[in-house]
């Protein structure tokens, strides 16, 4: 352990704070400001040779397990827009188990912090043999998964210890996002969307480091929470991800049970769960899905749900419409860029519901940090 934990009491602290620098490496050099007559763009060195034959592929598939399948279904949606190109999710082990099709017009995107999960492995060996264009994304340079992909990207986050991790899934979001405007980058049509996107990179930093300011008050939320036996996030659209995600972080460090879900699929089953004990998150901030996400929370409110509501800032009044409700605001960004916001608070609560808990933050019970058998 050369890296040392600085002011913190945890390298999972360390890392959830460190988000705004780690971003700016990972976007370091690869954002293009343009000028007069030169358009805003994205350069990824590792891709340029292999761009046109993504933007040729039948289908992109992506490929990891945990946080780093999280993340790419975060920028699932932000890729099919800009691509067009139609994009599916394959949980590395159950591509294997189902030897699901892959095929030489696919483009296969292996994503993984360590480069080393044996199922992302074995499913890029598996790709390799059915000719598919391998890709990958990794914080680690020489691991298995960039040894072994055509081409790829490194998502140069920083050496991430914690066994949960925090600062890689925010970087390979920015990595994903920046990948989809490179695909989509020498259309027209989409300039201005692109470049929205751009300039909300740019800025990405600054809101990582207003948003990580809540962190006494996930604190203090965490201390309302703590003796809960389970919680339930709900999330839809870009945020489906980061209801997934904020689930995983408190299943693996602060030992509850919870569960992400999608917010379409609270009327099939989970809303049957809904009373006044269990805590329900709801993550409601502005994007195409926001009136749909209003008319969850007055359901959740009908059936006298405990709702949190993470919210962009301001929204509180329109959000907890019909009911009380707790309240995280957050500050708005981009759309496809609110994932790696919205997961800030979550990972702040994670963390502060280990340590009063009692439990192992950097080394989690029956974990490791990378899983190298399958
Ligand atoms: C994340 O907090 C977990 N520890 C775990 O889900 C992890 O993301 C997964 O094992 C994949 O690891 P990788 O990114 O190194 O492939």
Do not use: W
Request: aromatic share 4%; hydrophobic share 40%; glycine share 10%.
């Amino acid at each position: 352990e050369q890296i040392n934990k600085g002011k913190y009491e945890h390298y999972m602290q360390k890392e959830i704070h460190e988000q705004a620098e780690s971003l700016t490496t990972t976007m370091r050099g690869r954002l293009i400001r343009g000028g007069s007559c030169k358009a805003k763009s994205v350069l990824l060195g590792g891709l340029k040779d292999h761009l046109k034959t993504i933007r040729r592929s039948r289908r992109i598939v992506f490929v990891g397990c945990g946080t780093s399948y999280n993340a790419a279904l975060a920028a699932r949606p932000i890729l099919e827009e800009l691509s067009g190109i139609p994009v599916t999710m394959e949980i590395a082990s159950d591509l294997l188990d189902r030897q699901g099709p892959i095929y030489r017009e696919d483009t296969a995107i292996f994503v993984s912090q360590s480069g080393e999960t044996a199922d992302t492995f074995q499913a890029l060996e598996y790709a390799l043999e059915n000719g598919a264009l391998c890709v990958g994304i990794t914080n680690t340079v020489g691991s298995g998964i960039a040894r072994n992909t055509h081409c790829g990207v490194h998502i140069n986050a920083g050496c991430e210890i914690g066994v949960a991790s925090t600062k890689a899934y925010t970087s390979q979001i920015v990595v994903m996002t920046m990948l989809a405007l490179a695909i989509g980058g020498d259309s027209i049509n989409g300039q201005a969307r692109r470049e929205a996107i751009i300039d909300g990179l740019f800025d990405l930093p600054n809101k990582v480091k207003e948003v990580l300011k809540l962190d006494l008050e996930m604190k203090e939320l965490a201390k309302l929470l703590v003796s809960e036996q389970s919680l339930l996030a709900f999330g839809r659209g870009y945020n489906y991800a980061t209801a997934l995600e904020g689930a995983l972080k408190v299943k693996e460090v602060a030992l509850m049970h919870s569960e992400g879900m999608l917010a379409g699929e609270m009327k099939h089953g989970p809303l049957a769960l809904v009373d006044e004990n269990l805590p329900i998150f709801v993550i409601a901030t502005r994007d195409a899905c926001f009136s749909k996400q209003q008319s969850v929370i007055q359901q959740l409110h009908a059936r006298k749900g405990r709702l949190i509501v993470m919210c962009g800032k301001g929204d509180a009044q329109s959000v907890c419409v019909g009911g009380s409700c707790r309240v995280i605001e957050v500050p708005l960004v981009e759309d496809c860029l609110q994932p790696v916001i919205n997961i800030i608070p979550l990972q702040l609560l994670a963390y502060h519901l280990t340590v009063l808990r009692g439990y192992n933050v950097d080394q989690p019970r029956n974990l490791a940090k990378s899983v190298t058998t399958p």
